[in-house]
């Protein structure tokens, strides 16, 4: 992983983590709940997501303070959908970033209590942004609302179902990732632009990189389904295979998922020349998506 990217998220994640956590001790609910929703919170992960919200304002060169609070309520939705995709009635998995997932731990109805009261936090979390007028605190909780709602992540979760009936399109498959996986990575640069009061061109700009990020996100996923072991994941490999599911590999072969994802992440980076650096943080962070192993 190049250095600046490294020395960024060494630096922020941590404070991610504390913030996700002092959110956590404000909760008052029964012991059990907050115990389930914390073991979700706390079991790792890369928090690419929180990150990115935090990479889009420093290579826009603005500060915030409720930045940290955007990044940590993306997060919050993202837990919560990866309790409920882990379920006996969703992807039935056992294990999540190398340990045992939620609904093993504590049960299938407290799993999915806890993923409903990350889901909710979420916007709580939005109301107390303090530097952020009415309209654009508004504004992103409407953009939070779309991407993990109905017309973004849970009905791209979805087509997604429907899709392991039967052999999807390439278009088909890319309207499933737009929805189930983009929708929300695209949120974290959006809401990043709102929060630095961009204007349309260089909101439209970001709106591109990160519609290519999440495509390329989702096919290095596939292609590490059948080229990482179940160490290197941290989740059980092959399982797309297995459960004879559409992906990129299997429309266009290994190698030609390969050079769709070289593409979209061309264009990811093509997306932000007008930051006018060689060495974006959001630059550097395609090449990691793309790069990744796990």
């Known amino acids: 992983m190049n250095e600046t990217l490294q020395q960024f998220i060494n630096k922020n994640t941590p404070i991610i983590v504390e913030k996700l ?12 709940l907050k115990s389930s929703m914390a073991y979700s919170i706390n079991a790792g992960g ?20 409720d930045a ?6 993306v997060e ?9 995709d882990d379920l006996p009635c969703m992807d039935d998995d056992d294990f999540r970033r190398g340990k045992l997932t939620n609904h093993k731990v504590y049960g299938e109805a407290v799993a999915v209590l806890a993923g409903d009261a990350l889901q909710t936090f979420a916007f709580d979390a939005l109301t107390e942004l303090t530097d952020t007028s009415a309209q654009n605190t508004i504004k992103i909780i409407q ?20 899709g392991e009936e039967k052999q999807l399109t390439l278009t088909e498959l890319e309207t499933v990732h737009l929805h189930k996986t983009g929708a929300l990575l695209s949120f974290c640069i959006e809401a990043g632009a709102i929060l630095a009061c961009v204007n349309d061109e260089k ?14 996100f989702q096919i290095q996923d596939d292609i590490l389904d059948i080229t990482a072991t179940t160490e290197e994941l941290g989740k059980t ?27 979209h ?11 006018g650096k060689e060495e974006s943080l959001l630059a550097l962070f395609a090449d990691y998506i793309v790069q990744r192993r796990f």
């Not at 609302?145 to 179902?161: H, N, P, T």
Request: with cysteine.
């Open 68 to 73: 940290l609070t955007v990044a940590c309520a």
């Open 76 to 84: 919050f939705i993202h837990t919560y959908s990866l309790i409920h």
């Open 143 to 162: 953009l939070l609302s779309k991407a993990s709602g109905a017309g973004g992540m849970v009905g791209g979760q979805i087509l997604d179902i429907e």
């Open 237 to 263: 490999a092959g399982s797309d295979e297995a459960s004879d599911k559409t992906t990129y590999p299997s429309l266009l072969g290994l190698q030609g998922a390969q050079d769709r994802l070289n593409e």
């Open 21 to 32: 956590n002092a959110f956590m001790a404000e909760i008052e609910a029964p012991e059990t």
């Open 203 to 216: 909101a439209k700009q970001l709106s591109m990189y990160a519609k290519n990020i999440g495509l390329a």
């Open 46 to 65: 890369k928090r690419i997501r929180p990150l990115l919200v935090l990479a889009t304002l420093e290579d826009l060169g603005v500060k915030s303070n």
């Open 265 to 275: 992440h061309r264009l990811a980076k093509q997306s932000l020349s007008f930051l």
